[in-house]
């Protein structure tokens, strides 16, 4: 695992370290750039909320406490918010996508034990907690993480009536809490 | 207008119900929250702190997700707009002192600041035994929320909360103090949602400051005696240090 690594370099970054916040940048750049892509749906876009999240993590990473959780996850809310509020101050709609990222495979059950060796705990737990759910549910979930689907983006992609996407949402959310706790 | 009042108590309310803000928490971190919802439950956390960290805790839960994408090398153009920031910045200083935080900018840090030079100009750590210890509590979000002192002279543990915690119907606030090694923390115990609370010390518990090494606040279920260590959310935490002290 290489997390106790990004949380000496995020520390360190706190300290002013620039070649610290550096080398943590070539690290977790392209996971987090991949996060961006999806939620902007434009590279251009991507790139500017990656620039921006980053400078923020730059500026905050003296908040960073590593006993309340890794590095590489608190960086990603840090960036994933920055990309949230960016897309509602462009109220970006779905239609402008010029980058396509359909298929949720990435997070499908079938990763390779070569993969699965590079997972934390943490997340291996959590897909553990969302396999619990219906496929459906599951997937309106991820979609909605990753993507930052409306809930009438999820049933017009997924043809389904609106109220049931949002049904399935809150009791997939409400059934995994248990399990997340 | 108490219609408004009206509705804006029940809406708060609503919030303080454990199982429905949990709900709503794991539905914001989960990014299914939308449109005015959002920007209500927004509202919401700047104030109470509890929902805050009930987010907090589900964010990190989800923000695993990101180890299971793909990687996407970005153009070097990102690092070098980044580079370039950290320069331009980098005359001034890195951090923002604690000084320049919104706790000053309140208005509370008057004293605290009176405390911490005092500190530094009078106690010597190596030759000199403290009277006093004091610790700034500091939200999630590094908002300065309750100044802590700890008086020999009087042996009291004081709690002064500048802005109001609101706590859940059957929760109560409660204090710990950290060892500075780990181990388990000594429970203080109940902080009143606002203003000040006095809690008379042990000469044990005095002994034993010299070896803590930060407070914390917790959120408990009332009358939960059993607990010996935090059980709930912590919704403030800070540094202890000596302090010379009136």
């Known amino acids: ?181 | 207008m108490s219609n408004v009042n009206n509705r804006a108590n029940n809406s708060t309310k609503r919030y303080q119900n454990p199982e429905l803000f949990e709900q709503l928490a794991i539905e914001y971190a989960a990014g299914s929250m939308q449109g005015r919802a959002k920007k209500r439950f927004e509202t919401l956390m700047e104030t109470h702190f509890y929902l805050r960290a009930v987010v907090d805790a589900y964010e990190n839960k989800f923000a695993t997700l990101v180890e299971l994408l793909p990687d996407a090398k970005p153009s070097n153009q990102v690092w070098a707009g980044i580079e370039s920031h950290i320069k331009a910045s980098a005359p001034q200083e890195k951090k923002t002192s604690w000084w320049k935080t919104s706790f000053f900018k309140q208005g509370f840090g008057l004293a605290a600041m009176a405390i911490v030079v005092s500190a530094v100009l009078l106690l010597n750590p190596m030759t000199v035994t403290p009277t006093s210890y004091a610790a700034i509590l500091e939200s999630d979000s590094n908002v300065a929320m309750a100044m802590t002192k700890i008086k020999k002279s009087d042996m009291t543990l004081t709690v002064d909360i500048m802005k109001k915690v609101n706590v859940p119907d059957n929760m109560e606030l409660t204090l710990w103090c950290h060892p500075k090694d780990g181990g388990i923390p000594m429970k203080m115990g109940t902080i009143s949602e606002s203003g000040k609370t006095n809690i008379k010390i042990s000469k044990k518990e005095w002994q034993n400051m010299k070896d803590v090494g930060f407070l914390a606040i917790s959120i408990e279920h009332i009358n939960d005696n059993k607990i010996v260590k935090p059980s709930g959310k912590i919704l403030l935490h800070g540094q202890l240090t000596t302090a010379s002290l009136n």
């Open chain 1, 1 to 181: 695992m290489m997390e106790d690594i990004y949380a000496e370099l995020l520390q360190k970054t706190a300290t002013g370290d620039q070649l610290a916040f550096k080398k943590l940048y070539e690290e977790t750049s392209p996971k987090l750039m991949s996060l961006c892509l999806r939620l902007m749906r434009t590279e251009a876009l991507a790139e500017d909320v990656l620039q921006e999240g980053f400078i923020k993590v730059w500026e905050k990473a003296d908040t960073f406490t590593p006993g309340k959780g890794r590095a590489l996850t608190w960086m990603s809310t840090v960036i994933r918010n920055k990309g949230l509020d960016k897309l509602r101050s462009l109220k970006t709609k779905a239609a402008e996508t010029e980058i396509q990222y359909e298929g949720l495979e990435f997070a499908s059950a079938d990763l390779q034990p070569d993969n699965m060796e590079d997972l934390s705990q943490d997340v291996k737990g959590l897909m553990a907690c969302l396999d619990t759910l219906k496929p459906d549910q599951k997937e309106c979930i991820l979609l909605s993480y990753y993507y930052g689907h409306t809930h009438q983006e999820l049933a017009n992609k997924m043809g389904r009536p609106l109220g049931t996407i949002k049904a399935w949402i809150r009791r997939g959310l409400e059934d995994i809490r248990p399990c997340l706790t």
